[in-house]
């Protein structure tokens, strides 16, 4: 019977597929893959661009199908068996792209390719080449025989350092719970959160309520909670995730972080890099760590006199000094106080199918697509949802699954990854389709999930990278949709698509109050509208706060350096907030330690640069103008990793960015002392 991983002829079959399947299906497709490589080195004689790298970028989408699913369902699973299949996965995957990155013929055919392109070869093709050639570099292919080893070696004990990082932050909180029985400690907790409390106990077989740690009920507690002690206590257990003060020392990852740290800077030396950022921006808008560095402090600079006024009006409203576990929660109270906004009313207007429909129909005006639900697409649960999407004549360009509600054994976060990307080689073309995942509040006793607004821009943002890859024109597999990106230019589309969460037009449309049937009322809007800058210098800082760590981590890190010791200085230097000793932040900072933002969280305000100065031209056109977002999706959206990508957006915008239009929509005077 054929493994079912490998048949990649249409959708994964998640109804068949499980963790038996991984070792066998990768141990075969990558044993045929070097059968093949091995042909193809001795038969390409004078290699071109069809005869060598077209069936390379074949295998390359091949590989890329088959592990799709395994990577998808050992995150969005509570099952240990997937979990044992990735981790004696990933050593193996990681061993075949390194070796493949290190084929000093291969690179050579790679450079005789590059060598006999035209001068006017069309831009995809170049950008293939170029990028293979780059990772190439990257990887040590000049590197002596026994440095090219210890490099493989590197990368497969930091693959498997990652995958552990991360499942010691999911254990650590999904292992913790809050009992309660008392019900005036949930004063202020809305109701959908004591339901759902309610319920985990009686399953359970508890009195009382039984929270979790998973975030919709760690924003609503912080968000809503009286009980001050409550939110400390969420605090303290969000914050200590996956360390040594955290309840279990099983999954403490203080020595993953150092080991992580020294195999990125010794793997970046070998390669001639003085440091892993330098190393991690060679593929990035930005040129040095110092570049960097100096937008933060830029951005930090312009932020802090209004941050400091938030935080003085703020303590003076509660009456007290703030501490981390106060700070939303005033903020809150300051919001309903001043413009009578809650966010527990307004979700009563954002059931989620209706919000779902809404921001479809914001695709659909902007860039001319329809998007149509189809139940007859397997699934691995039964919420989740998958959706076609269709041009503006009619044709199948993609599809996606929509995996939206938290659920125990379910990585936290919000995220989007391929399943299948784009590809039209050799007359064949297959269409990209994506994984959309969020973690809100799931649907109760029948009823649609309500979304707090902060949910619906989370939700636009997410849709914006799944617009990314979906749209996509180009061709060849890894240049095309978010592939071959700049990292730091990759959140530019979702930031961007933030900014209509926040226009009436749109939550008008993607509004229905879960009774009445009521659309958001503008006057509501305009209440929210007013909230928008409350606290918006201090949530500022706090990302340049997370950016500067990064960088610095990644530039300085040695044997002697003091993980905590640098995020101390970070803080002195940027926050206002002061975070108290048992803070544990990069222990459970997923983004650097185990995602794909090392040396690159300073991405999401770099880009948020690029989002809001593009905003700008639709505000300035009209934000459904079709000229513009016709020329968005040309100069953007559809041209994947195949040009450089100031260029592209100097196309779209006819100048480079501005740091102004950021500070201008975040509230912050761009007059602020620099």
């Given at each position: 019977?054929?493994?079912?991983?490998?048949?990649?002829?249409?959708?994964?079959?998640?109804?068949?597929?499980?963790?038996?399947?991984?070792?066998?299906?990768?141990?075969?497709?990558?044993?045929?893959?070097?059968?093949?490589?091995?042909?193809?080195?001795?038969?390409?004689?004078?290699?071109?661009?069809?005869?060598?790298?077209?069936?390379?970028?074949?295998?390359?989408?091949?590989?890329?199908?088959?592990w799709s699913p395994v990577s998808h369902l050992q995150s969005v699973l509570g099952s240990r068996?997937?979990?044992?299949?990735?981790?004696?996965?990933?050593?193996?995957?990681?061993?075949?792209?390194?070796?493949?990155?290190?084929?000093?013929?291969?690179?050579?055919?790679?450079?005789?390719?590059?060598?006999?392109?035209?001068?006017?070869?069309?831009?995809?093709?170049?950008?293939?080449?170029?990028?293979?050639?780059?990772?190439?570099?990257?990887?040590?292919?000049?590197?002596?025989?026994?440095?090219?080893?210890?490099?493989?070696?590197?990368?497969?004990?930091?693959?498997?350092?990652?995958?552990?990082?991360?499942?010691?932050?999911?254990?650590?909180?999904?292992?913790?719970?809050?009992?309660?029985?008392?019900?005036?400690?949930?004063?202020?907790?809305?109701?959908?959160?004591?339901?759902?409390?309610?319920?985990?106990?009686?399953?359970?077989?508890?009195?009382?309520?039984?929270?979790?740690?998973?975030?919709?009920?760690?924003?609503?507690?912080?968000?809503?909670?009286?009980?001050?002690?409550?939110?400390?206590?969420?605090?303290?257990?969000?914050?200590?995730?996956?360390?040594?003060?955290?309840?279990?020392?099983?999954?403490?990852?203080?020595?993953?972080?150092?080991?992580?740290?020294?195999?990125?800077?010794?793997?970046?030396?070998?390669?001639?890099?003085?440091?892993?950022?330098?190393?991690?921006?060679?593929?990035?808008?930005?040129?040095?760590?110092?570049?960097?560095?100096?937008?933060?402090?830029?951005?930090?600079?312009?932020?802090?006199?209004?941050?400091?006024?938030?935080?003085?009006?703020?303590?003076?409203?509660?009456?007290?000094?703030?501490?981390?576990?106060?700070?939303?929660?005033?903020?809150?109270?300051?919001?309903?106080?001043?413009?009578?906004?809650?966010?527990?009313?307004?979700?009563?207007?954002?059931?989620?199918?209706?919000?779902?429909?809404?921001?479809?129909?914001?695709?659909?005006?902007?860039?001319?697509?329809?998007?149509?639900?189809?139940?007859?697409?397997?699934?691995?649960?039964?919420?989740?949802?998958?959706?076609?999407?269709?041009?503006?004549?009619?044709?199948?360009?993609?599809?996606?699954?929509?995996?939206?509600?938290?659920?125990?054994?379910?990585?936290?976060?919000?995220?989007?990854?391929?399943?299948?990307?784009?590809?039209?080689?050799?007359?064949?073309?297959?269409?990209?389709?994506?994984?959309?995942?969020?973690?809100?509040?799931?649907?109760?006793?029948?009823?649609?999930?309500?979304?707090?607004?902060?949910?619906?821009?989370?939700?636009?943002?997410?849709?914006?990278?799944?617009?990314?890859?979906?749209?996509?024109?180009?061709?060849?597999?890894?240049?095309?949709?978010?592939?071959?990106?700049?990292?730091?230019?990759?959140?530019?589309?979702?930031?961007?698509?933030?900014?209509?969460?926040?226009?009436?037009?749109?939550?008008?449309?993607?509004?229905?109050?879960?009774?009445?049937?009521?659309?958001?009322?503008?006057?509501?809007?305009?209440?929210?509208?007013?909230?928008?800058?409350?606290?918006?210098?201090?949530?500022?800082?706090?990302?340049?706060?997370?950016?500067?760590?990064?960088?610095?981590?990644?530039?300085?890190?040695?044997?002697?350096?003091?993980?905590?010791?640098?995020?101390?200085?970070?803080?002195?230097?940027?926050?206002?907030?002061?975070?108290?000793?048992?803070?544990?932040?990069?222990?459970?900072?997923?983004?650097?330690?185990?995602?794909?933002?090392?040396?690159?969280?300073?991405?999401?305000?770099?880009?948020?640069?690029?989002?809001?100065?593009?905003?700008?031209?639709?505000?300035?056109?009209?934000?459904?103008?079709?000229?513009?977002?016709?020329?968005?999706?040309?100069?953007?959206?559809?041209?994947?990793?195949?040009?450089?990508?100031?260029?592209?957006?100097?196309?779209?915008?006819?100048?480079?960015?501005?740091?102004?239009?950021?500070?201008?929509?975040?509230?912050?005077?761009?007059?602020?002392?620099?």
């Amino acid at each position: 019977m054929t493994n079912p991983l490998l048949d990649t002829s249409s959708l994964p079959r998640f109804a068949d597929i499980s963790p038996e399947h991984v070792l066998p299906a990768l141990n075969e497709l990558i044993a045929e893959h070097r059968r093949r490589l091995e042909e193809l080195l001795e038969t390409s004689g004078d290699p071109s661009f069809d005869s060598l790298v077209l069936p390379l970028e074949e295998m390359e989408h091949e590989l890329s199908r088959v592990w799709s699913p395994v990577s998808h369902l050992q995150s969005v699973l509570g099952s240990r068996d997937w979990r044992q299949a990735y981790n004696e996965a990933l050593p193996i995957l990681t061993e075949y792209g390194t070796e493949l990155s290190q084929n000093a013929k291969l690179q050579q055919a790679y450079a005789r390719v590059d060598g006999n392109l035209e001068t006017g070869a069309d831009e995809v093709r170049r950008s293939a080449v170029e990028r293979a050639l780059r990772e190439f570099r990257l990887a040590g292919v000049d590197l002596p025989d026994a440095e090219k080893a210890r490099f493989r070696d590197i990368m497969r004990e930091l693959a498997s350092l990652q995958a552990k990082f991360d499942h010691n932050v999911q254990d650590a909180s999904d292992s913790w719970v809050l009992g309660i029985e008392d019900e005036a400690e949930l004063d202020g907790l809305p109701g959908h959160l004591r339901d759902r409390a309610a319920a985990e106990a009686e399953e359970a077989g508890r009195k009382g309520w039984l929270l979790k740690l998973d975030f919709p009920t760690y924003d609503a507690v912080m968000k809503h909670a009286a009980n001050r002690s409550l939110r400390e206590n969420y605090y303290h257990a969000w914050s200590t995730r996956g360390s040594d003060e955290g309840a279990d020392p099983a999954w403490d990852n203080s020595d993953s972080i150092q080991r992580i740290l020294e195999l990125r800077r010794e793997a970046s030396e070998l390669v001639g890099f003085p440091s892993y950022a330098d190393y991690s921006l060679a593929t990035k808008m930005a040129s040095t760590p110092a570049e960097v560095i100096e937008f933060l402090s830029e951005l930090s600079a312009r932020s802090r006199p209004t941050a400091e006024r938030e935080l003085e009006e703020l303590s003076e409203f509660a009456g007290m000094t703030i501490e981390p576990w106060d700070l939303t929660y005033w903020l809150e109270k300051l919001k309903q106080e001043r413009y009578s906004i809650s966010n527990e009313v307004l979700r009563e207007y954002f059931p989620a199918t209706r919000t779902i429909k809404g921001l479809f129909e914001v695709a659909s005006r902007l860039y001319g697509v329809t998007l149509t639900r189809n139940d007859d697409v397997t699934t691995w649960d039964e919420e989740v949802r998958y959706f076609e999407v269709y041009d503006t004549g009619g044709a199948l360009i993609g599809g996606f699954y929509a995996d939206l509600y938290a659920r125990s054994g379910k990585r936290t976060g919000a995220w989007i990854a391929d399943c299948v990307n784009r590809k039209c080689l050799n007359g064949r073309t297959t269409l990209p389709v994506g994984y959309l995942v969020a973690n809100f509040a799931p649907p109760m006793n029948g009823r649609d999930s309500l979304l707090t607004h902060t949910d619906i821009v989370t939700l636009f943002h997410e849709f914006g990278h799944m617009l990314h890859h979906l749209l996509t024109r180009i061709d060849v597999p890894s240049v095309a949709g978010i592939n071959g990106v700049p990292w730091d230019a990759v959140e530019l589309p979702s930031q961007f698509m933030e900014n209509f969460a926040w226009n009436y037009e749109v939550l008008e449309r993607c509004s229905s109050h879960y009774e009445t049937g009521e659309p958001l009322p503008r006057e509501m809007f305009e209440r929210l509208e007013q909230s928008r800058h409350v606290g918006a210098a201090l949530a500022m800082l706090r990302q340049i706060e997370l950016g500067l760590f990064d960088i610095r981590l990644h530039t300085e890190y040695t044997a002697d350096t003091s993980v905590l010791g640098l995020l101390d200085e970070v803080r002195d230097e940027v926050s206002l907030i002061r975070h108290p000793a048992y803070n544990r932040l990069p222990h459970s900072f997923a983004h650097i330690f185990s995602g794909g933002y090392a040396a690159g969280y300073y991405s999401y305000k770099w880009a948020e640069v690029l989002a809001a100065d593009a905003f700008d031209a639709f505000e300035e056109a009209g934000v459904f103008d079709r000229a513009t977002a016709e020329r968005f999706q040309r100069e953007i959206l559809e041209i994947g990793g195949s040009r450089d990508f100031m260029q592209a957006y100097v196309a779209f915008r006819g100048r480079e960015p501005s740091i102004d239009a950021l500070l201008r929509m975040s509230g912050i005077g761009t007059d602020s002392a620099a």
